[in-house]
């Protein structure tokens, strides 16, 4: 089990440089997008000089968003803990870090940021 989850978690080093080409390429089309006025769906902008449509979409408010964003990286950095208990000292301070990080982050969202909008949209 831990050989899978070694291989899922710390990939071979070609599919890192295949991954990191394609964030880039696909980084790259969506700025390019935001630039011609083609904005993304959750985008601030979204609505700008654009006439209403009669198609239903989920709306999600920002702070739900946030959440939905922030949580799995906060679990994924707290079950490292179990999962690789016996590692060096440096991997102890990255998952250590990493998990504190996104435990703020949520924090955050909860109890400090004010979102726009009354009902937190």
Known sequence: MESVLTRLFFPAPLLIKAMSVVCAVS?????????RGKHMQYSKFLNIGEKKSNKKQIQVSSRTGM??????????????????????????????????????RILEVLFIHRYSGGSGC
């Open 67 to 104: 959440l939905i964003a922030y949580t799995p990286s906060f679990l994924a950095g707290a079950i490292s803990f179990g999962l690789f208990p016996n590692e060096d000292l440096r991997f102890l301070f990255v998952k250590s870090t990493l998990t504190f990080h996104f435990f703020k």
């Open 27 to 35: 980084l790259g089309k969506v700025g390019l997008s935001e630039m």
